[in-house]
T-cell receptor, first 115, second 110 residues
């Protein structure tokens, strides 16, 4: 079964603090995405991680991928209020002999940064 | 600028009525997808299409139908068989940077 689990599901943190969101998945994949969603809005692409050991950084966010551990992390450094949003990871799985790619989303982590 | 356009932004459906959500992309992407998002939940795949004139059921296809007659267009019909259609619907297509999402359609049953 293709499963993607994020934790925590809800995170309230003060400005200036650091924290990490975790994304675990159930079976082999070498492609993972992170998205941000503001309330009532669509999803905005943050990172595409394509190989084991991939690390990408944009501003106060840094994402990494460990395909052997089936784990990706999204690290937040010195959080600011503007980072308040829901963050989703999405994992690409190849299904069946036809090579179809299926993307499974985590349930999301709602981040609230308190000034 | 290339992107995905979903319309309408808000849609109200009466009981027993079929409604169609529009999704158009000018990104030249082959694959397109429809997702449903319920409050406080992640995204669940309804249908996807890897190529024109072909589409596959996702995890929650019951009560929905799609067509893919043109590369640019992937409309979703919510039929009367879908008993709980109130949700936020997102259309997406895939390219090098992963999924590009439309702005979404919020469907409410009245």
């Amino acid at each position: 079964e293709l499963k993607v689990e994020q934790n925590p599901l809800f995170l309230s943190m003060q400005e200036g603090k650091n924290y990490t969101i975790y994304c675990n998945y159930s079976t082999t994949s070498d492609r993972l995405y992170w998205y941000r969603q503001d309330p009532g809005k669509s999803l905005e692409s943050l990172f595409v991680l394509l190989s084991n050991g991939a690390v990408k950084q944009e501003g106060r966010l840094m994402a990494s991928l460990d395909t052997k551990a089936r784990l990706s992390t999204l690290h937040i450094t010195a959080a600011v209020h503007d980072l308040s949003a829901t963050y989703f990871c999405a994992v690409v799985f190849v299904v069946g002999s036809g090579g179809y790619q299926k993307v499974t989303f985590g349930i999301g982590t709602k981040l609230q940064v308190i000034p | 600028d290339g992107g995905i356009t979903q319309s309408p932004k808000y849609l109200f459906r009466k009981e027993g009525q079929n409604v169609t959500l529009s999704c158009e992309q000018n990104l030249n992407h082959d694959a397109m997808y429809w997702y449903r998002q319920d409050p406080g939940q992640g995204l669940r795949l309804i249908y996807y299409s890897q190529i024109v004139n072909d589409f596959q059921k996702g995890d929650i296809a019951e009560g929905y139908s799609v067509s893919r007659e043109k590369k640019e267009s992937f409309p979703l019909t919510v039929t009367s068989a879908q008993k709980n259609p109130t949700a936020f619907y997102l259309c997406a297509s895939t390219g090098r940077r992963g999924y590009t999402f439309g702005s979404g359609t919020r469907l409410t049953v009245v």
